[in-house]
């Protein structure tokens, strides 16, 4: 949301029909930064004849040409392995807040007088699973050192490489060069901006901030489900967390203290933490066992599953789970919480729903957690649909989430 309100304050100000904004992509030590001071005429970004990288974080740099703002943001080499995931989602954040309200070209930075490496001919895939599928439309390859090539043309260079001829391919056969040999060529910076002008003209517009958030969001629920999914169950003595860690990993389990059970849970490997009674442990013991949780969890829990049984009186400690979890966990902990009822065999014929509706403090509850809830039938534990639907309420509620819930002890 505030990243669109940025959106619209940005073009109300008056973002002109001509500007052109551009993001630099390339792996540490493509000739990003030269290339930016080539389009830029001037030595904006600093630049080592080495091949290590002297832009830590994404930079931003415009000129004035005319009634037109060329905007050029400089960034790390996002794709190197040196960069840890975090830095990388960081400063791709950060390269789309710079360029807001989003840049008209990304520009693939390639040099021509070194090995073609196996990361750059990924380089449009990483572009894509970072920046969405959209991205490869907003995409132009920006060969440096063009004066490598000597007497030969940069057509026939790339026609005899099957990996460079498929990447243009994936950026829509668009592709440009710098001579490094000569930079105070201003032909070849006019060129590059009209080929941008023509993607504009063609109807793309720019890349959009909603088109990341998309891409993001797909990249997050991609992320979680290709790692190990962490699930915390949070509940009083007697709850039925023990019970429904057998249910979903399909095998007993007993907690006296904390128990991890990895499982292979409908094709995805998974980390449940059984618990203890958290909610009404003394309070003398709940600092300790809250710790405990946080380590056990680390880097933290995707999900928490709140269990409270359908067999028994709703208790008081139960009605104020939401501010009990707030309060040991953070507020946003409520956002990654579903309610697991257990003993729904309890309730007969009686809907879910209608028992809910029935009961103005489960009702009250449920509310506080946007309606997420699941039960399980404790006498039919053999029904594995019952932890598919679960499973598929944990893919949903990851969908509004970023990523784990980053926990401290309160």
Known sequence: MLCLILDILIWFKGSNSSDIRIVLLGKTGSGKSSAGNTILG????????????????????????????????????LFDTRMSEQEVEQEIKNCVEKSLPGPHVFLLVIRLDVKFTEEEKNTVKWIQKNFGEEAASYSIILFTHADHLKEQSLDEYIRESNDLKALVNECGGRFHSFN?????NRSQVTE??????????????????????????????????????????????GSGKTSAVKTIVGRQSFTKTYEIQEACVDGKNMKIVDTPGLIDAPAEKMKAELEKCVRMSAPGPHVFLLVIRLDERFKDEEKNTVKWIQRNFGEDAVHHTIILFTHADHLKQQS?????????????????FSGRFHSFNNKNTENHSQVTELIEKIKSIREGQN??????VF
């Not at 490094?180 to 105070?184: C, F, G, L, S, Y």
């Not at 023509?198 to 958030?213: A, C, F, P």
């Not at 990523?403 to 401290?408: M, R």
């Open 180 to 184: 490094n040999n000569d930079t105070q």
């Open 352 to 368: 879910l729903d209608d028992y809910i509706r029935g009961n103005p403090d489960l009702q009250a509850l449920t509310e506080e």
């Open 42 to 77: 001037r030595e904006h970004f600093t630049v080592d004849d080495s091949q290590e990288s002297c832009t830590e974080t994404c930079e931003k740099e415009e000129d004035l040409t005319g009634d037109r703002r060329i905007s050029v943001i400089d960034t790390p080499g």
């Open 403 to 408: 990523s784990f819930l980053n926990i401290t």
């Open 192 to 237: 590059l901006l009209e080929k941008i002008e023509r993607m504009k003209e063609n109807g793309i517009g720019y890349y959009t901030n909603k088109m990341y958030e998309e891409a993001q969001w797909r990249l997050n629920r991609e992320q979680f489900w290709s790692g190990n999914p962490q699930i915390v169950l949070l509940g009083k003595t």
